[in-house]
């Protein structure tokens, strides 16, 4: 991993990695990440989960668990280059006065600006439904089966200042069948991503994953 990722410090469960969650949209992600650590103790914690959009159904899961959830939506009256520092603003805010240490994206769909990623670069990861560097951006299901293969999955990685370029850290694997639909497949992945996405998080707060 090039030199300019910082990683976050080694945790323990006495003093878990402080993890923000940043979502868009329902959030199972985010739901099997918060049963996995309240199921044991864990070398990290979400003591932060953000939405960019009022309506996401993920910040229910927080809310259920009294976890502390925002939605910081976008402002109605900037445009363009402005309106995403402005956005970007707040949510840094948001972070550095609840202490978090490490930012995790879990269906959050937007792309961060180059200031923000270098703030965080190498604390903060992604999770995306495929076999990264194959199917990168928003369709990745889509794309997969029009392509054909027989085999996708999911990848965690460390954002950059790319769309889905950043390092990868780990991947797992699902086939794909025939008469596989978006939906069935998004299913297949996300039981993996479920399971990959707290173990991977395991690794770095642990310090399992070295530059
Ligand atoms: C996941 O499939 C993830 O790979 C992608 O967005 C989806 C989020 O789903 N980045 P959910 O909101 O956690 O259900």
């Known amino acids: 991993m090039s030199g300019d990722y910082l990683l976050p410090r080694i945790a323990s469960p006495e003093d878990?990695?402080?993890?923000?969650?940043?979502?868009?949209?329902?959030?199972?992600?985010?739901?099997?990440?918060?049963?996995?650590?309240?199921?044991?103790?864990?070398?990290?914690?979400?003591?932060?989960?953000?939405?960019?959009?009022?309506?996401?159904?993920?910040?229910?899961?927080?809310?259920?668990?009294?976890?502390h959830n925002l939605a910081i939506p976008l402002s109605q009256d900037l445009k363009g280059l402005e309106r995403r520092k402005e956005h970007e603003d707040r949510i840094m805010e948001a972070l550095v006065s609840n202490d978090i240490e490490m930012v995790v994206l879990s269906g959050y769909m937007r792309i961060l600006?180059?200031?923000?990623?270098?703030?965080?670069?190498?604390?903060?990861?992604n999770i995306h439904p495929s076999l990264l560097p194959e199917f990168p951006g928003a369709h990745a299901q889509r794309?997969?089966?029009?392509?054909?293969?027989?085999?996708?999955?999911?990848?965690?990685?460390?954002?950059?200042?790319?769309?889905?370029?950043?390092?990868?850290?780990?991947?797992?694997?699902?086939?794909?069948?025939p008469g596989d639909t978006v939906e069935t497949l998004t299913q297949r992945i996300k039981a993996v991503e479920h399971e990959l996405y707290p173990k991977v998080l395991d690794d770095i707060s642990s310090g399992r994953i070295s530059t």
């Open 16 to 67: 878990p990695l402080r993890l923000a969650v940043l979502i868009s949209g329902g959030g199972s992600g985010l739901r099997a990440l918060l049963r996995y650590q309240s199921d044991g103790p864990r070398n990290h914690v979400t003591s932060l989960v953000i939405s960019d959009l009022k309506s996401a159904g993920g910040l229910s899961h927080a809310s259920d668990l009294e976890i």
């Open 113 to 125: 600006t180059p200031t923000f990623v270098a703030e965080w670069k190498g604390r903060l990861v």
């Open 143 to 177: 794309d997969a089966i029009n392509a054909r293969v027989k085999v996708s999955g999911c990848t965690v990685h460390f954002v950059d200042e790319g769309v889905d370029t950043g390092t990868i850290i780990e991947q797992r694997s699902v086939p794909v069948l």
